[in-house]
C-alpha cells in the first residue's frame, strides 16, 4: 500500500515539474538569463521546492556548466525534487516548447516572411529580452552579492568581460579558484 501511494506522489511530482517547466519553456523568451527571474518567483516564491540559498546555488552552478542554462537549471531543480527522473521530466519540460515553435516556425516560414516584416519583430524583442535579463540582473544580484569580496569579484568581473573582453570561462575559473582559498581558509580556521 506504501509503495502504491509513493509511486503516486512520485507521478504528482513529475506532472507538476512536467507542467511548471513546459509553462517556463513557452513563455520564457531570451533563454536562461530571463528565465531566472520567472524561475525564482515559482520555485523559491510560489512552490517553495527550494530555499533562496539552494536557488542561487542552482543559478551558480547552471551558469558554470557547459550547455543550455535552461535545462541545466530544470535538472538541478527537477533533481532536487524527485531525483533523477524529475530531473529528466524538468528537462524534457522546458526543451519540448521551443522544439514544437521552430517545428511550426520551419513549416511556415516562407508564408510568415511573406506577411510579415520579422526584423521588426526580431528588433521589438530583443528590446524585451535585454530589458528581462537587466531586471532578472539587477534583483539576483541583491540577493547573490551581499558582501565586499563578492561586489569586489562582480566588479571586477564586469570589467573583464565587458570592457577588456576576456572570455567569460577564465573569469568563472579564476572565481573558482578564488572561492576555493576562501573556503580553504575558512576550514583551516574552524579548525584551530
Known sequence: MEKIEQKNKN?????????????????????????????????????????????MNCITLAQGMPGVMAVSMSSFIG????????????????ILPSVFIVILLSLFLNTIEALVNLSIIFAMLKGSVSAIVLNTAMNLGDKMINNFWMSAIAVLAFIAIGLLNINAIYIILFSFVIGLIFASNLLKRSFK
Not at 504528482?12 to 513557452?26: D, M, R
Not at 528565465?35 to 536557488?55: N, Q, R, T, Y
Not at 533533481?79 to 522546458?94: E, P
Open 11 to 55: 507521478k504528482n511530482k513529475n506532472l507538476e515539474l512536467f507542467i511548471v517547466f513546459f509553462k517556463l519553456g513557452l513563455f520564457t523568451i531570451g533563454g536562461g538569463m530571463s528565465m531566472m527571474g520567472i524561475l525564482h518567483k515559482v520555485v523559491v516564491d510560489e512552490k517553495k521546492w527550494l530555499s533562496e540559498d539552494e536557488m
Open 79 to 94: 533533481n532536487k525534487r524527485n531525483h533523477f527522473i524529475g530531473g529528466a521530466v524538468a528537462s524534457i519540460a522546458v
